[in-house]
């Protein structure tokens, strides 16, 4: 084996350790999960017009996941994820155009509720909506 292959295998192997060290060192400071350790608020907005709000402590991932925790959603589901048509007990009429848009800082979500990662303090906005 020449110098120079020898040189860059042994590079490779310091690389490789220095990978496996921050990864090691990264898991070991990551804060455990708590319970309820993620805090939302979800706006509820009816097809009156009324408002609810919702203060929801979870450990869901996903906003699927803290909203079902709550039983404020139900869907079917469908390649995408889970389908929206009920929430806070008010179903939406497909027949009549309705569905539940879901938004956050009054900005559309671009994912469903499945794909929709959660954080501490977030506020999202459910709302009626008629017309496709």
Not at 19 to 26: F, S
Not at 44 to 61: L, Y
Not at 98 to 114: A, I, N, P, R, S
Request: net charge negative; with cysteine.
């Amino acid at each position: 084996m020449n110098k120079k292959t020898r040189n860059i295998i042994i590079a490779v192997a310091v690389l490789l350790v220095l990978v496996i060290g921050a990864l090691v060192i990264y898991n070991a400071n990551k804060p455990a999960a708590q319970e309820g350790g993620k805090k939302l608020t979800v706006t509820v907005v009816h097809g009156d017009g009324s408002t609810k709000d919702f203060a929801i402590a979870t450990d869901a991932e996903n906003l699927r996941g803290a909203l079902e925790e709550q039983k404020l959603i139900e869907g079917t589901e469908s390649e995408y994820g889970l389908y929206v048509l009920t929430v806070d007990g008010e179903t939406a009429d497909e027949g009549a155009q309705q569905w539940w848009c879901f938004t956050k800082g009054g900005e559309m979500l671009m994912t469903g509720v499945d794909d929709t990662m959660i954080a501490d303090g977030e506020s999202y906005e459910i709302t009626l909506t008629t017309g496709w």
